[in-house]
């Protein structure tokens, strides 16, 4: 399907893949609107410590450690897109701190992964997570978008309806809602994904330290409050702060950083999508009219202006490159027979 510059595109979701998507298409010349009933940034992309790190993220998630070349190829994108935005890119790296027996099974894994043993790790890098999420705001806007604050309820090609009751003229629905996609309503792909809430602490900084620092169970992310990160709470998703799921973190942040007063510590909640194998649903759904941008686990930054791009390829009937196959919208359907 190709479709030509000047058609109405609505975006739901403004996460980090819906305004990334948005601001590319906006910028393509499409009439678009984003929709999200959320405030600005109240969603798992403003919550998160913006990591753009696919080394730590195949060192410690076991469902990235197959997809590091592809990861590697997203954060190649970001010094361009960052620069574009005047969002500050922090090389610093992140630096691992732990106990002998734990940097000794690091040590390991890094071999595994076919990299060096290494206490920085030089090509992860990092953002702020919500001044991103306004300068996306402030660009699609200025690219002539706009947006909404009501859901989408339903999509059929040609209109949507709105949550409010109204309907508005549209011709494709790009879906990047995270947690909301999941009842399948307006894609049936959406039907595999399962939340994972994520729990954040933000506490006053003990030091001036400009990298990140990960540890066994914990990373520590610089900043005004340091962002101490962060839980994995599989299928769950509720937004209430829980403290029995983050006295591990706890543990791990003062082990490495015993001066920190996490007692004063404010908690952040977001939650996340993930498929099976950890990467996003990405192209055309069944659904007629419907591509999909969801579903990128604790990667919805790193991933963000590669998936926007590949929307904007599908989009236009273009190439959507070497990794369309790897995050295919319908990789997990059943096949006929």
């Not at 369309?324 to 027979?337: I, L, V």
Request: charged content about 25%; glycine content about 10%; overall charge negative.
């Amino acid at each position: 399907m190709k479709t030509v510059s000047g058609a109405r595109i609505a975006v739901a979701g403004a996460g980090a893949l819906g305004l990334a998507t948005a601001l590319r298409l906006a910028r393509m010349g499409f009439a678009v609107t984003v929709f999200d009933p959320a405030a600005p940034g109240d969603n798992a992309s403003g919550v998160a410590a913006g990591m753009l790190a696919p080394v730590s993220e195949a060192l410690f998630d076991p469902l990235s450690s197959a997809h590091l070349a592809l990861m590697r190829r997203a954060r190649d994108l970001w010094p361009d897109f960052a620069e574009d935005l005047g969002v500050e890119l922090a090389r610093t790296g992140v630096r691992l701190e732990g106990a002998e027996t734990w940097r000794a099974r690091i040590a390991e894994r890094l071999t595994t992964l076919g990299l060096p043993d290494q206490e920085t790790i030089s090509e992860d890098w990092r953002i702020e997570a919500r001044p991103a999420l306004a300068r996306l705001r402030d660009a699609i806007l200025a690219a002539g978008g706009r947006f909404e604050a009501v859901a989408v309820e339903a999509f059929a090609p040609g209109e949507v309806r709105r949550a409010d009751g109204g309907t508005e003229v549209f011709d494709i629905l790009v879906l990047a809602t995270g947690p909301g996609a999941r009842d399948g309503r307006l894609a049936p792909e959406t039907a595999i994904l399962a939340p994972i809430k994520g729990q954040i602490l933000r506490a006053t900084p003990v030091d001036k330290a400009v990298d990140v620092v990960r540890g066994e169970g914990v990373y520590l992310a610089p900043g005004e409050r340091v962002a101490i990160g962060a839980t994995m709470e599989v299928g769950r998703d509720d937004l209430s702060p829980d403290a029995s799921a983050t006295q591990g973190l706890r543990a791990a942040a003062w082990a490495l950083r015993p001066a920190l007063d996490l007692d004063a510590a404010q908690v952040e909640v977001g939650v996340r999508v993930t498929t099976p194998d950890g990467l996003p649903l990405v192209g055309w759904s069944r659904s007629p009219g419907v591509i999909l941008a969801v579903g990128a686990r604790r990667n919805g930054w790193l991933l963000a202006p590669l998936v926007a791009k590949m929307v904007a390829a599908y989009v236009t009937g273009d190439n959507p490159g070497p990794d369309a196959a790897a995050m295919d919208a319908r990789r997990f359907e059943e096949p006929e027979t």
